[in-house]
């Protein structure tokens, strides 16, 4: 079993960043895709970005591309998004997520494991 536990939420103005970090426990996730995605009220929960188990293979939302970036510290076994230039869409609840590695990547169906998810409120 893993466990998840997302920390780094909160409010920010529209333009700002903040930096969310996912930390598992229970097992090594060394070998597990690790992705984040969220859900704003009302909405399904969507695919925000995923990093594979070297780290050197990276899948972004295109709603995100070039704001967010995915990385991962094996060592440490967390996983960290960082969020620049914000704005109003992009306030959701996000959840870290995580499965063994593989090409399928994008659907939150494909994901074993998750963290109870941290709040990202954007104000414009």
């Known amino acids: 079993q893993v466990q998840l536990v997302e920390s780094g939420g909160g409010k920010v103005q529209a333009g700002g960043s903040l930096r969310l970090s996912c930390a598992a426990s229970?097992?090594?996730?060394?070998?597990?895709?690790m992705a984040w995605f969220r859900q704003a009220p009302g909405k399904e929960r969507e695919f925000v970005a995923a990093?594979?188990?070297?780290?050197?293979?990276?899948y972004y939302a295109e709603s995100v591309k070039g704001r967010f970036t995915i990385s991962r510290d094996n060592d440490k076994n967390t996983v960290f998004l960082q969020m620049n230039s914000l704005n109003a869409e992009d306030t959701a609840v996000y959840y870290c997520?995580?499965?063994?590695?593989?090409?399928?990547?994008?659907?939150?169906?494909?994901?074993?494991?998750w963290g109870q998810g941290t709040q990202v409120t954007v104000s414009s």
């Open positions: 990093v594979r188990w070297s780290g050197s293979i990276i």
């Open positions: 997520a995580a499965r063994p590695d593989s090409l399928r990547i994008s659907s939150q169906y494909e994901y074993d494991y």
């Open positions: 229970g097992r090594s996730v060394g070998l597990f895709v």
